[in-house]
């Protein structure tokens, strides 16, 4: 199992970014997938999951309504559109494979997003 995350960087207050992860190892699309994220001195977080087919999607309330999961299972890709970014979501963001919809088994090396005010 293989999963590389990317996209993330500095963006402003306010701002927009997609981070993408690169699924292998295994068959993407019998998969949940799911994001989660870690703060500077926090625990992880979950942040939103997907199911295999896409059409079952969560989120945690603090990102409920900014924040947008999708997939391409053609491709092994897993997406989370974040919009209206705040500073308390500056974290290193995790794509992580689901067994079932809140709770996972591997977890990819993570990339930091960081909002500035």
């Known amino acids: 199992v293989q999963l590389v995350e990317s996209g993330g960087g500095l963006v402003q207050l306010g701002g927009s970014l997609r981070v993408s992860c690169a699924a292998s190892g295994f068959t993407f699309n019998r998969y949940w997938m799911i994001w989660v994220r870690q703060a500077p001195g926090k625990r992880l977080e979950w942040v939103s999951s997907?199911?295999?087919?896409?059409?079952?999607?969560y989120y945690a309330n603090s990102v409920k309504g900014r924040f947008t999961i999708s997939r391409d299972n053609a491709n092994n890709t897993l997406f989370l559109q974040m919009n209206s970014l705040k500073p308390e979501d500056t974290a290193v963001y995790f794509c992580?494979?689901?067994?079932?919809?809140?709770?996972?088994?591997?977890r990819g090396p993570g990339t930091q997003v960081t909002v500035s005010s």
């Open positions: 997907i199911g295999s087919s896409g059409t079952s999607r």
């Open positions: 992580a494979r689901g067994i079932g919809s809140r709770s996972w088994d591997q």
